[in-house]
């Protein structure tokens, strides 16, 4: 029978002071990110911003978030990535509204730090993070690769998609910000010529996103991984700080449950984890751990 296991969320007695003291005196820090960082940032699926970009399509098949959306089997190409177009443009390159990524690499750019993360949304790259410091391990919406696959390469999809939005009936404001039309009567489809193909095989183009086996480890994300691995290795004795950041349990195997495992085994770890309503620790590692149920944006305003 499968165990099931039971989240308690808590908060660590003095946990902003506690996490502040941690970060004074951490020799290395290795930043867990999750999708919960970039909700802080304002990178909400649902709700107005959803409403705002993706009205059309909410009254034509009735979903309500754009993650359903992604997964909404389209009858043309034309239509899917008209959808996946304004999903990639809004999510990849715009900004977040609020500069959370920019203040929490304020909080380790003077560290030896590392970040390893599952979000697909390129907001560490563009807050300035080193990219030899970042793991992304699930991909990226700004990266297409070949369906099938037939080979092991992604491809840079943003003036594809630049073309693909404006073909609906966009246009870019001066800060990138999608402007809707006058009549707000926009088109829910591409022009063919711009469907992706493979240019090796000529199958479709899809997202290198991990959503099953199809999904493309190139050379980039192994020479990532191995940096990665070569980080842990080096710190193992050092006073590390583990920080994980708007992570839940989606996919805990990428870092949360690692970071536990390494706090445990690591004679001088430290597990932090800062998140709204889903801060927890395993009782195991509990006294070498700070949880701070709360706004991360929020949280990182108070740490410096």
């Given at each position: 029978m499968?165990?099931?296991?039971?989240?308690?969320?808590?908060?660590?007695?003095?946990?902003?002071e506690?996490?502040?003291?941690?970060?004074?005196?951490?020799?290395?820090?290795?930043?867990?990110?999750?999708?919960?960082?970039?909700?802080?940032?304002?990178?909400?699926?649902?709700?107005?911003?959803?409403?705002?970009?993706?009205?059309?399509?909410a009254?034509?098949?009735?979903?309500?978030?754009?993650?359903?959306g992604?997964?909404?089997?389209?009858?043309t190409?034309?239509?899917?990535?008209?959808?996946?177009?304004?999903?990639?443009?809004?999510?990849?390159?715009?900004?977040?509204?609020?500069?959370?990524?920019?203040?929490?690499?304020?909080?380790?750019?003077?560290?030896?730090?590392?970040?390893?993360?599952?979000?697909?949304?390129?907001?560490?790259?563009?807050?300035?993070?080193?990219?030899?410091?970042?793991?992304?391990?699930?991909?990226?919406?700004?990266?297409?690769?070949?369906?099938?696959?037939?080979?092991?390469?992604?491809?840079?999809?943003?003036?594809?998609?630049?073309e693909?939005?404006?073909?609906?009936?966009?246009?870019?404001?001066?800060?990138?910000?999608?402007?809707?039309?006058?009549?707000?009567?926009?088109?829910?489809?591409?022009?063919?010529?711009?469907?992706?193909?493979?240019?090796?095989?000529?199958?479709?183009?899809?997202?290198?996103?991990?959503?099953?086996?199809?999904?493309?480890?190139?050379?980039?994300?192994?020479?990532?991984?191995?940096?990665?691995?070569?980080?842990?290795?080096?710190?193992?004795?050092?006073?590390?700080?583990?920080?994980?950041?708007?992570?839940?349990?989606?996919?805990?195997?990428?870092?949360?449950?690692?970071?536990?495992?390494?706090?445990?085994?690591?004679?001088?770890?430290?597990?932090?984890?800062?998140?709204?309503?889903?801060?927890?620790?395993?009782?195991?590692?509990?006294?070498?751990?700070?949880?701070?149920?709360?706004?991360?944006?929020?949280?990182?305003?108070?740490?410096?």
């Amino acid at each position: 029978m499968r165990r099931q296991v039971y989240i308690r969320p808590y908060d660590t007695p003095d946990g902003i002071e506690k996490l502040k003291k941690a970060l004074q005196e951490a020799e290395a820090v290795i930043i867990g990110a999750g999708a919960g960082l970039s909700t802080s940032a304002g990178f909400f699926y649902t709700g107005e911003r959803f409403q705002k970009y993706f009205h059309d399509f909410a009254l034509k098949y009735h979903f309500s978030d754009m993650y359903s959306g992604g997964f909404y089997p389209y009858t043309t190409p034309e239509e899917n990535w008209a959808f996946w177009s304004r999903y990639i443009y809004i999510n990849r390159y715009m900004d977040p509204p609020k500069p959370v990524y920019e203040e929490l690499l304020d909080l380790v750019k003077d560290k030896d730090y590392f970040v390893i993360t599952t979000n697909v949304d390129h907001c560490f790259q563009k807050a300035g993070v080193d990219r030899h410091r970042l793991f992304y391990t699930q991909g990226d919406y700004g990266l297409w690769q070949c369906s099938k696959p037939c080979h092991k390469k992604v491809y840079d999809n943003e003036e594809t998609v630049r073309e693909m939005v404006l073909a609906q009936g966009y246009t870019i404001a001066e800060d990138g910000a999608l402007m809707p039309p006058e009549n707000g009567e926009l088109k829910m489809t591409v022009p063919t010529e711009l469907v992706p193909h493979c240019p090796a095989c000529g199958e479709p183009m899809s997202m290198n996103l991990r959503a099953d086996e199809t999904f493309v480890e190139d050379e980039g994300w192994h020479v990532a991984a191995g940096r990665y691995s070569d980080f842990l290795r080096r710190h193992r004795d050092s006073k590390v700080l583990f920080l994980d950041v708007g992570t839940g349990f989606n996919t805990p195997s990428i870092f949360k449950i690692p970071f536990w495992q390494m706090t445990n085994e690591w004679p001088d770890a430290t597990y932090a984890c800062v998140n709204l309503d889903q801060a927890f620790a395993p009782d195991e590692i509990e006294k070498k751990s700070i949880c701070i149920n709360g706004d991360i944006g929020e949280v990182i305003r108070q740490l410096p």
